[in-house]
């Protein structure tokens, strides 16, 4: 998975060097994840559309949350 240069964190990421966070980084079809401090790591793909859903959750916005057991791959 070449993500170089794609990654960017969160905007709540907090003061200082901002490394108390996830970052994302765009692919074609899938949203990719890592966390900050450990960037090395693993990182987990997710389909944009699960991805999306997810982040509107969070937010509190249920309305276009649907059945996440779709976006399995």
Do not use: Q
């Amino acid at each position: 998975m070449d993500t170089r240069n794609h990654w960017r964190k969160s905007s709540y990421s907090g003061g200082g060097d901002g490394n108390d966070c996830v970052e994302v980084a765009n692919l074609p079809t899938h949203i990719a994840i890592r966390d900050s401090k450990a960037p090395a790591r693993a990182t987990v793909t997710v389909p944009t559309g699960a991805f999306a859903a997810f982040v509107d959750a969070l937010k509190g916005d249920y309305s276009t949350v649907t059945d996440f057991a779709r976006f399995r791959g």
